[in-house]
């Protein structure tokens, strides 16, 4: 059975037990299946994460707290993941953005990613799919070298192709350059012109959020000094987006750094149908926040610790 068909008996079977109320003889019947692999697949729903405590059905459930993030930000949808002491916060939320990939895929979407630990997680949770085509995936920013945690950016565009069926396209420069003028000719390109003008038709953009100070990949890395960045903080810089700098109101924080950053620019992620944000923990809070005011986001994929302190930082900007 296709991972794809086998997902879609996995929820079947779940809400017709968890939700409808039969008995897993009903179901048996009901589906032509035997009781004990009905018993099988319900064991199998509950290790996969598709049952919880309530069935994980994005689209037709939503709680108070993401109704509440959904109405004050202006999103087009917001999944909280509820508090859970067992497990990987970060592969938690990275399961629950590739679910979510998985019920907007359409045929011929264009797909672009930033990199890092939590996609490197929702590329590995990818659902292998054989249904839709002309998928392309490309990649929004450079990548970095010289850091002592790896950012998984080819081994996330090799998951996207090879679970997707997509062509991948990898943006193979350095995340900032020295001058405007190389990345000029880094722009001319050929592979580098194929991606920009992708973008421009980007249907999905799945990006993390980058902290600020010094374990962010762009100072360990050496693209930015410390002096500067200290600097930068003292003018509001609270994290990046695909590389981009940005302050609690989501606006470019340094002029002169955005000229030589290797990344297809927010104007262009902000026109893509699907902008889904996916990140938590206490050190993505303030870039969270800046990226929800700045509207870089119309989806927000998160946890119930990191959405409370969002809101607790909205509610002191307010008061």
Known sequence: MENYQRQKLLVQVAKLYYEKNYSQEEISKLLKLS?????????????????RIEIVDSFNTETKLEKLFRSRFQLEKAIILPRNKDGNPLKQVGEAAARYLNEIL?????????????????????TKRNDRARLTYIQLCGGVSNVNKTVYASEIANNFAESLGSTAYLMQV??????KEIKSLFW?????????????????????????????ALVRA????????K???????????????????????????????????????????????????ESKVASLYGALNGRLMNVLITNEETAQSILDRFEKMEN
Request: hydrophobic residues 35%.
């Open 106 to 126: 359409e045929d011929g979407m264009v797909i672009g990613t930033s990199w890092g630990g939590t996609l490197y997680e929702c590329s590995g949770c990818l």
């Open 35 to 51: 009781r004990p692999y009905i018993s099988k697949l319900l064991h199998a729903a509950r290790q996969e994460g598709i049952v």
């Open 174 to 179: 350095p995340a900032v350059v020295e001058n």
């Open 231 to 281: 600097s930068l903080e003292k003018e509001g810089a609270v994290g990046d987006i695909c590389s981009h700098v940005i302050d609690l109101q989501g606006r470019i924080c340094d002029p002169e750094l955005e000229e030589r950053t290797m990344a297809i620019s927010l104007d262009t992620i902000k026109k893509a149908r699907y902008r889904i944000a996916v990140a938590q923990g």
């Open 188 to 216: 001319k390109d050929r592979s580098m012109a194929q991606i920009i003008e992708y973008s421009k038709k980007m249907d999905v953009a799945i990006f993390t959020a980058g902290t600020f100070g010094e374990k962010n």
């Open 222 to 229: 050496g693209y930015l000094e410390r002096e500067r960045m």
